[in-house]
């Protein structure tokens, strides 16, 4: 099954992406959803309207989400290309919701940053709340799983050994385009991200060195996960950053995202001279 977010002229409404459009499911976005406890049920029999499939209509797909929590140095082809070691413990650090775009919106690179870096991500959502969860709990505790890109302001970010700084530029990390329930997602999923249609990064999920249930299980002995709460599970090799020279976004370059089994982000890159 898959779901999304689209924007409509009575607001949010969470929708069943069929081929031949968006089966209405009702008023509110997919974050809403997940905090029904039959949410499965409702979504998978729900017969409303069926709205057109029009990219501009969808926003991102929990587009409040209670916690982003991001993940580092995860992909072993990253961690090798920014030489560092393989970690014992999954590196940690947050995004804010403010932070999110649709998954075909524009970015607007921020004035105060010359150094903007992309970095395509598989998300895991939280569909049921869970603390101190052991790895069969951390998986039934998984709803499903999209696509986002972990836009980086690269000199921000390493101002000082915390990475938050720039991490989280308002409007600047694209989400989506759909959450696939964990069926959907093949278990060798290809991860890829183009600038213009370059390839720049290109791997599976098996190079992943925590998992989702790992990460679930990991983060959830530290705090209550919650439905529609996300765990971005880090980027593979090929960041503009570790490149020689390296290589950031411009104004005008389009980058798409792309996740086997769930779909692409459509980014287009735009530099204004003012916040």
């Known amino acids: 099954m898959k779901l999304a977010t689209v924007r409509t002229e009575d607001g949010l409404r969470a929708v069943r992406v069929e081929n031949d459009g968006y089966v209405d499911i009702g008023?509110?976005?997919?974050?809403?959803?997940?905090?029904?406890?039959?949410?499965?049920?409702?979504?998978?029999?729900?017969?409303?309207?069926?709205?057109?499939?029009?990219?501009s209509r969808l926003v991102p797909?929990?587009?409040?989400?209670?916690?982003?929590?991001?993940?580092?140095?995860?992909?072993r082809t990253h961690i090798t290309e920014m030489g560092r070691d393989l970690p014992e413990?999954?590196?940690?650090?947050?995004?804010?919701?403010?932070?999110?775009?649709?998954?075909?919106?524009?970015?607007?690179?921020?004035?105060?940053?010359d150094a903007v870096d992309w970095e395509a991500e598989l998300v895991v959502v939280v569909g049921r709340s869970v603390r101190r969860a052991d790895r069969a709990t951390a998986e039934a505790a998984i709803a499903g799983y999209t696509?986002?890109?972990?836009?980086?302001?690269?000199?921000?970010?390493?101002?000082?050994?915390?990475?938050?700084?720039?991490?989280?530029?308002?409007?600047?990390?694209?989400?989506?385009?759909?959450?696939?329930?964990?069926?959907?997602?093949?278990?060798?999923?290809?991860?890829?991200?183009?600038?213009?249609?370059?390839?720049v990064q290109k791997s599976t999920i098996n190079d992943l060195l925590f998992d989702a249930a790992d990460l679930v299980a990991y983060v959830s002995t530290m705090i209550t996960l919650n439905p529609g709460d996300m765990i971005a599970t880090g980027t593979t090799g090929g960041v503009g950053h570790a490149r020689k020279p390296p290589r950031y976004l411009k104004d005008g370059?389009?980058?798409?995202?792309?996740?086997?089994?769930?779909?692409?982000?459509?980014?287009?890159?735009?530099?204004?001279?003012?916040?």
């Open 253 to 275: 370059q389009t980058i798409v995202t792309r996740v086997e089994g769930i779909g692409e982000l459509v980014t287009r890159v735009r530099r204004d001279t003012a916040s």
């Open 61 to 75: 797909v929990v587009p409040h989400p209670g916690k982003i929590v991001c993940v580092g140095l995860n992909y």
């Open 147 to 199: 696509v986002l890109n972990d836009v980086t302001a690269r000199d921000w970010q390493f101002r000082t050994r915390e990475w938050l700084q720039g991490k989280t530029w308002e409007a600047t990390t694209p989400l989506g385009p759909v959450l696939v329930t964990p069926d959907e997602l093949p278990a060798d999923a290809e991860i890829s991200c183009t600038i213009d249609d370059e390839v």
């Open 89 to 113: 413990f999954p590196t940690l650090f947050a995004k804010f919701p403010e932070a999110l775009i649709g998954p075909n919106d524009t970015l607007v690179l921020p004035p105060e940053s």
């Open 27 to 55: 008023p509110g976005d997919v974050g809403e959803l997940l905090r029904r406890e039959d949410w499965q049920s409702v979504a998978a029999a729900a017969d409303g309207p069926v709205l057109p499939v029009e990219p």
